[in-house]
């Protein structure tokens, strides 16, 4: 879907914010750039839209380099969601929903159509909130209309720069849910760039860390956990060492579910669990050769987040 090879930026001053990038970022994944701040991840998100240009190598969509695109044609294909969202305040929720859709000149019929379905995917119903302004929103309120704003014309790829991080945290939680419910049911191609390890993990099917404008490691949430590259992952992510106490994450086994898995020991280390949990979404418990439960991939993240937020200490 969107791939890099051998790209670089190279400002006038001499900077490089980026050096010899090559990424292959797959069709409906939700993939994620994170790192320290100056390493080049939002320098790299800008190249996908032409907001900055590459100094030298091909960033392509499709195959097709992005300069053989129409500007406009590129630009239209492609949601946009920052951290100040910059809503229009004179306009309502629908009509900053629209903006897109009208330029493209779809009906009013149609337009209005997808005004309702958006609002509804995000639990605002459209009743209440499509003549309400900008300004009588919360900032939550706010941030998930960028994201319908940014989605409205069916692009085939959305491009997310830290648009939670002014957040509280709750809010912050909770339009991370939205988001990953609403990729559950469009499976657009999403590149996220974030400087929160825990959000990178929760959020990302592929998490890229990146550090003085090169890339470090790409690989699953678990496969970074597991088996971090160097050091600089190591104390990025904050693993030095994991918890295999994992238990409580166990929820009730299904027949369907079971089928055909081959069930992992009660006591696997929470390493290797990662590891094996990064194949399936979910893997039968053993013990004494009994089935007990089940681990979820996501409740299992979740662990890990929690682990990371708090400084390698879980809750007992």
């Not at 951290?83 to 337009?111: C, D, G, R, Y």
């Not at 990178?200 to 860390?209: H, N, Q, S, T």
Request: net charge neutral; glycine share 8%; with cysteine.
């Amino acid at each position: 879907m969107i791939s890099f090879k051998q790209v670089s930026k190279q400002y006038d001053d001499g900077t490089e914010a980026v050096k010899l990038l090559d990424i292959e970022v797959k069709d409906g994944e939700f993939f994620v750039l994170i790192g320290p701040s100056g390493c080049g991840k939002t320098t790299t998100l800008k190249m996908i839209n032409r907001l900055i240009g590459a100094s030298s190598g091909t960033v392509s969509i499709n195959g097709k380099p992005i300069h053989d695109y129409d500007i406009h044609e590129l630009r239209w294909g492609i949601g946009y969601v920052l951290q100040q969202i910059a809503l229009f305040p004179h306009m309502t929720i629908s009509e900053n929903i629209a903006v897109v859709p009208e330029m493209k000149k779809w009906s009013k019929k149609k337009i209005s159509a997808r005004v309702d379905e958006l609002l509804h995917m995000v639990g605002l119903e459209p009743s209440t909130y499509r003549n309400r302004k900008p300004g009588e929103l919360s900032g939550g309120q706010q941030q998930r209309i960028g994201v319908l704003r940014a989605l409205a014309a069916d692009p085939e790829i959305l491009l997310m720069d830290e648009p939670f991080s002014a957040l509280d945290p709750f809010s912050r939680e909770k339009l991370q849910d939205d988001l990953l419910k609403i990729q559950r049911t469009i499976k657009k191609t999403i590149v996220f760039v974030t400087h929160d390890m825990k959000e990178a993990m929760k959020l990302g099917d592929r998490v890229c860390l990146m550090k003085d404008g090169q890339v470090v490691q790409i690989g699953t949430p678990s496969e970074i956990v597991s088996h971090p590259v160097n050091d600089f992952v190591r104390e990025f992510v904050g693993m030095q060492k994991l918890n295999p106490d994992w238990h409580d994450l166990l929820t009730s086994a299904g027949e369907t579910v079971l089928h055909g898995q081959q069930p992992v020991p009660y006591t696997m280390p929470l390493n290797e669990l990662l590891e094996r949990i990064s194949e399936a979404e979910a893997v039968p418990v053993e013990k004494n050769g009994r089935i007990i439960g089940m681990i979820h991939r996501s409740n299992l993240l979740r662990r890990v987040a929690q682990y990371v937020k708090e400084g390698g200490r879980f809750h007992e």
